[in-house]
């Protein structure tokens, strides 16, 4: 597999009790929310990056604890990079493949 160049934007957490998760990242981390859909997640913002916690469970699909967001230039040339079957899935604007330990990295084409 071929290395390709991507940027960090963020990093999705699951948790059992989103109430709690989202109440210790705001109050005890100081945290701003961006984004809140109740019962589904909440995204906090920062010039680095996202953190987005979401509710265990709220969508249709299987995923491990983790998902780790990287932009790419040119996500065509990514996905021929990394080859077609080492991907779990893709969409026309992102790629999911697993880290070694089975954690999705999601590639975003660059907005």
């Known amino acids: 597999?071929?290395?390709?160049?991507?940027?960090?934007?963020g990093v999705e957490l699951y948790f059992d009790d989103l109430e709690?998760?989202?109440a210790f990242h705001s109050a005890t981390l100081g945290l701003e929310i961006s984004e809140d859909e109740p019962g589904h997640h909440?995204?906090?913002?920062?010039?680095?990056?996202f953190l987005c916690l979401e509710?265990?469970?709220a969508e249709s699909?299987?995923?491990?604890d983790k998902a780790f967001f990287f932009e790419v230039a040119n996500l065509e040339a990514a996905i021929r990079a990394i080859?077609?079957?080492?991907?779990?899935?893709s969409e026309r604007t992102w790629a999911?493949?697993?880290?070694p330990e089975?954690?999705?990295?999601?590639?975003?084409r660059t907005k």
């Open 20 to 22: 709690r998760a989202k």
């Open 42 to 49: 909440a995204k906090f913002n920062s010039d680095k990056g």
């Open 61 to 64: 699909y299987p995923s491990k």
């Open 96 to 99: 999911v493949l697993h880290d």
């Open 55 to 57: 509710r265990k469970g």
């Open 1 to 9: 597999m071929t290395s390709i160049r991507a940027q960090f934007v």
């Open 102 to 108: 089975g954690h999705n990295v999601l590639l975003e």
């Open 83 to 89: 080859g077609k079957e080492n991907l779990a899935h």
